[in-house]
């Protein structure tokens, strides 16, 4: 049997520090029948296209600056293979991370998406100790129809899913008016249409350092993303009013929770009768 072709679509942007690393972690990868799709967004001067060339598999694609979104966007438009892995340039995959995940996509027809944990690493690469992912006991509930128990909770973490082309659809892509926390919002909608299995235990390494350019740093920028969320949901045209209402009910929820995290002198006060209510109407006026 032909194993199925795979994309590492990995964008960059003005950080040449840890890009050969990131697509070394592919090269290492135990499953071979990988393309490498490096997106240039539009950075200042032509590190990435030099440190392409180090690799026989490596494909080089410059764009104007666009943002994530749009440089994820970009690759999956590209990409030839059935199946699509997202590698930020500061992240690493673990050596067997694509075998692994491909065996299931092969094995469960109906399953869309395999995501992990992640193990942190730090700005040397060197592990924390510390592991990004489900808490042994809700293990259960990141796979399958998830969309109910992850919507305003818990989202893939972004260098862990490997997902079917099939996927991406034109009301079923990155938002690229979100320059920050893309990923929440595309993996919310997918999570929506489409059913998931989760692996325990770290198949990626996730970077953690101190940089105020890191957009993961910047929560601020993720208050009033759930407004957007809801206008994607809309989009996919779901016919159904109430389950509408109920992802209003639980973006709205998200979204005073998330404020009033980060700005306590002004938190948006607003009452359960409201929340249940008028959910459109407050995620619209409040954010």
């Known amino acids: 049997m032909i194993s199925p072709l795979v994309s590492a679509i990995i964008p960059t942007y003005n950080r040449k520090e840890y890009l050969g690393k990131a697509i070394q972690s592919v090269v290492d990868q135990s499953y071979e029948h990988i393309e490498i799709i490096v997106i240039d967004d539009g950075s200042y001067n032509n ?40 590698l930020d340039d500061d992240d690493l995959w673990e050596s067997s991370k694509i075998e692994k995940q491909v065996k299931v996509l092969l094995e469960n027809p109906s399953i869309d998406c395999v995501h992990s944990s992640a193990a942190v690493v730090d700005k040397n690469g060197s592990p924390t100790g510390d592991i990004i992912g489900a808490t042994q006991n809700k293990v259960h509930k990141r796979s399958g129809y998830v969309f109910w128990n992850a919507l ?43 059913k998931v299995c989760y692996i325990n235990e770290p198949l990626a390494f996730y970077r953690e350092y101190n940089n105020k350019e890191r957009l993961s740093v910047q929560r601020e920028k993720y208050v009033g993303i759930e407004k957007k969320m809801y206008a994607n949901f809309k989009r996919m045209k779901i016919k159904n009013p109430f389950i509408l209402y109920l992802i209003a009910v639980k973006l709205l929820e998200k979204a005073i929770k998330k404020n009033n995290s980060l700005y306590f002198v002004e938190k948006k006060t607003i009452s359960r009768i409201n929340i249940y209510f008028r959910p459109r109407y407050f995620l619209n006026r409040y954010f």
Request: aromatic share 18%; charged share 25%.
């Open 47 to 86: 590190y990435a296209e030099s440190i392409c060339a180090q690799f026989s598999n490596c494909n080089y694609f410059y764009k104007e600056n666009g943002g994530l979104s749009s440089a994820r966007n970009y690759g999956v438009n590209l990409a030839k293979g059935e199946y699509i892995g997202f």
């Open 152 to 194: 305003g909770t818990w989202v893939v973490k972004s260098p862990t899913p490997l997902v079917r082309k099939k996927v991406f659809q034109p009301d079923l892509l990155f938002d690229e008016t979100i320059k920050v926390g893309e990923d929440v919002d595309f993996y919310q909608r997918m999570f929506y249409r489409h």
